[in-house]
């Protein structure tokens, strides 16, 4: 097996002699090919692969290849990938991963991606990636982001009126959005309610929450104006009550089903939640009459119940459990589910 592994890694050496290895830069000046005389090929492609790029934010996002102009697995896997920027004088090292190929049924290191998030000044920063080896061979690509202004935060939190926070999956979380001085985005709230923007330039704004279950939140919306400093405790709160339960699988020693889809509809609201590892789902809703109904992913056939109509007075309601059992085929998601 050795001597086959020799013979194999031969073989991609002498195949890739006349190729460029994934993530090779096409004008050669960062391969072992190329003017340099570099041993790696490094690129960045996000947020851009073009050399310049210009951002309001405090950091920047970058992520891209490196890989060696050989077959040499042992040359990829010992690949350190590093930043700097010569404007702040900072530096760090990305996080990285191998990307593994195959030939013939035999896997082989074939690539390696990184990722990097560095910290701007303003002005122009000019960033250097740099791939080293235990032999300290090299390759770099540099490239200048421009920020022109200082930016900052705005953040506060969506929470129930006994300060539980307000959230949900996907399209059915809450839907945070910010509006003023040329600027429109939106995040969804974290599962303690919580939100921030960031890359917030001086100006005024406008806060408003959105959601598919029927809140009534205070206050509707929040005016910030942002003045060389981050703004914080911009909070929402909403009249809210717990639904609760359990799914399980009906064994003699029941236990808790995954990712089972709960959908939640009425009181003009309609949400999705996946169970957890233990089979629970919640929801957080005002008053009001709801059905809720599980849809299995994987292997049951049936619930019971099939659904449950659940009252909301102020005050929770717990324990809304269903019981499934098995089956070998696969239940479809009903089309209302989440992606």
């Known amino acids: ?8 890694s031969m073989f991609l050496a002498l195949s890739m002699s006349g ?8 004008d050669g000046g960062d391969s072992v090919t190329g003017t340099r005389g570099e041993a790696f090929g ?11 790029y210009s951002t309001v934010c405090n ?13 040499d697995a042992d040359a990829l896997g010992g690949i350190t990938v590093t930043w700097s920027n010569q404007t702040t004088g900072t530096s760090g090292l990305a996080s990285s991963t191998l990307e593994w190929c195959d030939f013939l049924g035999y896997p082989y290191v074939c690539g390696l ?6 910290p701007l000044a303003v002005g122009d920063n000019l960033i250097t990636v740099t791939a080293t080896d235990p ?8 490239m200048t982001v421009s920020k022109p202004i200082l930016s900052y935060s705005v953040s506060g939190k969506a929470v129930s009126e006994h300060g539980i926070g ?12 910010l509006a003023g001085a040329g600027t429109s985005t939106y995040q969804y709230t974290e599962q303690d309610g919580s939100y921030s923007f960031s890359c917030v330039v001086n100006g005024s704004y406008n806060l408003t929450l959105s959601s598919p279950i029927n809140y009534t939140f205070s206050p509707v919306d929040r005016p910030v104006t942002v003045t060389d400093a981050d703004v914080t405790g911009q909070d929402f709160s909403a009249e809210a009550y717990l639904i609760s339960g359990q799914v399980t699988l009906t064994y003699s020693d029941p236990f808790g089903v995954t990712w089972v889809q709960i959908t939640l509809t009425g009181a003009n609201s309609s949400a999705t939640y996946s169970t957890g590892s233990a089979g629970g789902y919640s929801f957080l809703v005002p008053n009001g009459t709801y059905t809720v109904e599980p849809h299995c992913v994987f292997g049951c056939s049936s619930f019971t119940p099939a659904n449950r109509t659940v009252t909301i007075d102020h005050g929770d309601v717990l324990r809304q459990d269903f019981a499934a059992t098995t089956s070998s085929t696969p239940r479809a998601l009903p089309a209302r589910a989440p992606d």
């Open 42 to 52: 490094v690129t960045i492609t996000s947020p851009s692969s073009e050399p310049t």
């Open 1 to 8: 097996m050795k001597d086959l592994h020799f013979n194999i």
């Open 19 to 26: 190729l460029c290895a994934s993530g090779c830069s096409e």
């Open 135 to 142: 032999s300290n061979r090299t390759g770099h690509r540099s």
């Open 113 to 118: 991606h990184w990722t990097a998030t560095v």
């Open 166 to 177: 307000l959230w949900g999956y996907g399209e059915s979380g809450i839907k945070i959005a």
């Open 59 to 71: 950091s920047v996002f970058l992520s891209g290849a490196a890989s060696v102009y050989s077959g």
